[in-house]
């Protein structure tokens, strides 16, 4: 796999070897080697699955799968924080990970960073009132 040129189509490889791409069902990933530490059944065919301790392009993160109807809609993680819950300092570190990756991005502003695509976007984005940072794949 060329990592740069399947972000750029939409897919990310987790753990050099698990393929994430749209609409994988809940089995396939699980049937790739990956063990869900957390579920939570949104009531209304969504359920949001977490995994820790992975890598993606030789950096360690942990990982969120957002299914509908078992098939994935959005993928999301955040990479390893040595700043601790500093959460501005967390999403500086997603938005040179995805610039040195992916250049400039089309969106901009205090909150996300998006880089959009044929197939969907890849955002950076914070979210101060729930206290959480990541860098998600949200796939049309």
Known sequence: MSELKDLKEGCV????CIVI?????????INQGVKFDHDIDMGNGWV???????????????????????????FG????????????????K??????????????KNEILVAYEFA????TSQIDPRGGSCSIEFNWI
């Open 48 to 74: 949001l699955r977490s995994s820790r301790l992975h890598f993606i392009l030789g950096y360690e993160v942990n990982v969120t799968f957002n299914f509908f109807k078992d098939s994935l809609k959005m």
């Open 21 to 29: 791409r749209k609409d994988v069902s809940v089995i396939a990933v």
């Open 13 to 16: 490889c987790l753990d050099d």
């Open 94 to 107: 997603h938005d040179n990970f995805l610039k040195n990756l992916l250049g400039d991005p089309q969106k």
């Open 119 to 122: 197939w969907g976007s890849i």
């Open 77 to 92: 993680f955040a990479l390893e924080n040595e700043h601790g819950r500093d959460l501005e300092q967390l999403k500086k």
